[in-house]
């Protein structure tokens, strides 16, 4: 059984997704990709293998952020270096800026729930829902703002809107 839909009404709201989150402080980012179709991919913690024969030789982290349905920015040093609306192979080439940078801050603001994660290289992410996206997806459509898969099978989905859901990662969504 899928766990709720939790709302997010009200800054308080938001504790158990820093509580989450929190850990990622002070981690490595070993290795940020563009996965298909264009989303940005953060890894971090161990490196496992994966099991398909498909993906022989490649890793994930305990810790994967996936931004799904929204737009992001990668600033260094107060510059643009490159966006979700760039060319994946210009996003492909520009993000690897962040592997083995560690991780400062993973913040999620209210009410808008952008996303800020900050690294010690002078680097970060700021991540916004996409409006756009909310308005072409259907609305059962189960494709979250963004997600993190979390050690020990838990999975992160936030958005579309203002909730989360935090559950198994094997569970379905409905």
Same mark, same amino acid.
């Given at each position: 059984?899928?766990?709720?839909?939790?709302?997010?009404?009200?800054? #308080?709201?938001? $504790?158990? *997704?820093?509580? %989450?989150?929190?850990?990622?402080? /002070? !981690?490595?980012?070993? $290795? =940020?990709?563009?996965?298909?179709?264009? $989303?940005?991919?953060?890894? +971090?913690?161990?490196?496992?293998?994966?099991?398909?024969?498909?993906?022989?030789?490649?890793?994930? /982290?305990? +810790?994967? &952020? /996936?931004?799904?349905?929204?737009? +992001?920015? *990668? $600033?260094?040093?107060?510059?643009?270096?490159?966006?979700?609306?760039?060319? @994946?192979?210009?996003?492909?080439?520009? %993000?690897?800026?962040?592997?083995?940078?560690?991780?400062?801050? &993973?913040?999620?603001?209210?009410? !808008? *729930?952008?996303?800020?994660?900050? &690294?010690?290289?002078?680097?970060?992410?700021? *991540?916004?829902? @996409?409006?756009? +996206?909310?308005?072409?997806? =259907?609305?059962?459509?189960?494709?979250?703002?963004? #997600?993190?898969?979390?050690?020990?099978?838990?999975?992160?989905?936030?958005?579309?809107?203002?909730?989360?859901?935090?559950?198994?990662?094997?569970?379905?969504?409905?």
């Amino acid at each position: 059984m899928p766990a709720e839909m939790r709302q997010i009404t009200r800054r #308080e709201d938001l $504790q158990e *997704l820093h509580a %989450i989150t929190k850990s990622l402080i /002070g !981690q490595e980012c070993w $290795q =940020a990709i563009l996965t298909y179709p264009s $989303q940005l991919q953060l890894h +971090w913690g161990e490196r496992v293998a994966y099991e398909s024969e498909r993906l022989r030789g490649e890793y994930r /982290g305990t +810790w994967v &952020f /996936g931004a799904e349905s929204s737009r +992001w920015t *990668l $600033q260094c040093r107060d510059k643009a270096m490159v966006s979700s609306d760039d060319y @994946d192979s210009t996003i492909k080439r520009t %993000i690897r800026i962040l592997a083995g940078g560690m991780t400062e801050e &993973f913040e999620v603001a209210y009410p !808008q *729930l952008t996303v800020t994660v900050r &690294f010690n290289n002078g680097c970060t992410i700021l *991540l916004v829902s @996409d409006p756009d +996206w909310a308005i072409e997806a =259907a609305e059962e459509d189960p494709i979250p703002d963004w #997600e993190l898969f979390c050690p020990d099978g838990m999975w992160l989905g936030v958005g579309r809107g203002p909730k989360y859901r935090f559950q198994k990662a094997d569970q379905p969504l409905d």
